[in-house]
């Protein structure tokens, strides 16, 4: 029996195995009102039957002017928060545990007309100039994330991961490059964890279930002038000891630039197997993870606990029936018997 394709309990979560969809964007909401549609049902139930075990869905904003493009889900009304209890049901019922990503862009938000940032301060110049938040801003996304978790919880959700990673709006404050403030939420790495912290406290307050934060562990910038991995290490810690469940480590995103470390599979499990040596709680690894025998080598070695997929998913949606006979193991068993024939 292989560690990928086996059962796996982590904290508030018993998992079917340990692949987990990863978070993909699919602007699939043609009529912008940021509801799942029927390809969100199909797209995430074709998946769940493929018997990832964790579905997470893709970055879901907390208000309109927190998506990335008016075409993402968003989860701030009640419309939104009904269609997503049924493909909440839908997932859970097919077996697989349901996931969603929720997230604000930040200065990331292409189509909103003035984005909220940290600091006045463009990704790139053909982005919208971002407005530096006001302390009531600050505390209107906060109450933002907060409802938006408690929609989510109340659609059924068996985990939530908050969007710390990309260069979006918790990793905008998180970086030493975009926040420049000067009040109580910048300035030290305690300062500019802040918002994240009164978010992860007051969502944990009143979520339940397993509640993850994936980070980016690397701007690609020199040491010195970004976070080092001892800076992460130490945001690892304070998020786990402010409720977190589970650290999802990418990388980039920030800046408007390429990466700058060398691209090969799992080239960001390095950064995953550091936040793991820092903090006590589960570390999933992302990132050309396509091969499952790299796969079962990174969780034998215990470099990280769960594996997440995402574009071997897009291409290949039985992804773990084909793993399961590269890695021999006779355990799996797809969705039923029909599927059963199409392993080979
Ligand atoms: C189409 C697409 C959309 C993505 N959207 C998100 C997202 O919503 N949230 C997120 O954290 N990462 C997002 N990502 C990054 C993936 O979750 C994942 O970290 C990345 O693709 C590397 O993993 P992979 O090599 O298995 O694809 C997206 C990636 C792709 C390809």
């Given at each position: 029996m292989s560690k990928l394709l086996s059962?796996?309990?982590?904290?508030k979560l018993t998992l079917a195995n340990r692949?987990?969809?990863?978070?993909?964007?699919?602007?699939?909401?043609?009529?912008?009102?940021?509801?799942?549609?029927p390809f969100h049902l199909v797209h995430y139930g074709a998946r769940a039957l493929s018997k990832v075990g964790l579905v997470v869905i893709e970055a879901t904003a907390v208000a309109p002017d927190g998506r990335i493009t008016n075409q993402d889900l968003g989860l701030w009304n009640d419309q939104q928060q009904n269609e997503l209890t049924k493909l909440i049901a839908l997932i859970q019922s097919f077996g697989s545990k349901a996931g969603i990503q929720i997230s604000h862009a930040g200065r990331k938000a292409t189509d909103a007309i003035t984005p909220l940032a940290p600091s006045a301060l463009a990704f790139s110049d053909t982005y919208p100039m971002p407005h530096d938040m006001t302390l009531s801003d600050i505390n209107n996304v906060q109450e933002a994330?907060?409802?938006a978790c408690k929609r989510a919880a109340a659609s059924g959700v068996d985990m939530i991961e908050l969007h710390g990673a990309h260069g979006y709006l918790l990793s905008q404050f998180l970086s030493p490059l975009v926040n420049q403030r000067k009040d109580q939420y910048g300035g030290s790495l305690e300062n500019r964890y802040r918002f994240v912290k009164e978010i992860v406290v007051a969502v944990r307050a009143s979520f339940k279930g397993s509640l993850w934060m994936r980070l980016?562990?690397?701007?690609?910038e020199d040491e010195g002038r970004q976070n080092s991995i001892a800076d992460w290490q130490q945001i690892g810690q304070w998020l786990e000891?402010?409720?977190?469940?589970?650290?999802?480590?990418?990388?980039?995103?920030?800046?408007d630039k390429k990466p700058t470390i060398p691209i090969y599979d799992g080239y960001q499990v390095p950064y995953a197997a550091a936040m793991k040596q820092a903090v006590s709680i589960p570390v999933a690894a992302v990132?050309?993870?396509?091969?499952?025998?790299?796969?079962e080598h990174i969780l034998q070695t215990g470099e990280a606990d769960l594996i997440l997929q995402g574009r071997s998913l897009?291409?290949?949606?039985?992804?773990l029936a084909q793993a399961a006979v590269d890695l021999h193991d006779p355990?799996?068993?797809a969705y039923n018997g029909s599927y059963q024939r199409g392993m080979k």
């Open positions: 059962p796996v309990e982590i904290p692949v987990v969809m990863s978070p993909m964007c699919m602007y699939e909401v043609k009529k912008e009102d940021g509801v799942i549609t994330f907060v409802a980016s562990l690397t701007d690609f000891a402010d409720g977190i469940d589970c650290l999802d480590v990418s990388t980039g995103g920030l800046l990132g050309l993870l396509d091969n499952p025998a790299l796969c897009l291409n290949q949606v039985n992804w355990t799996f068993t």
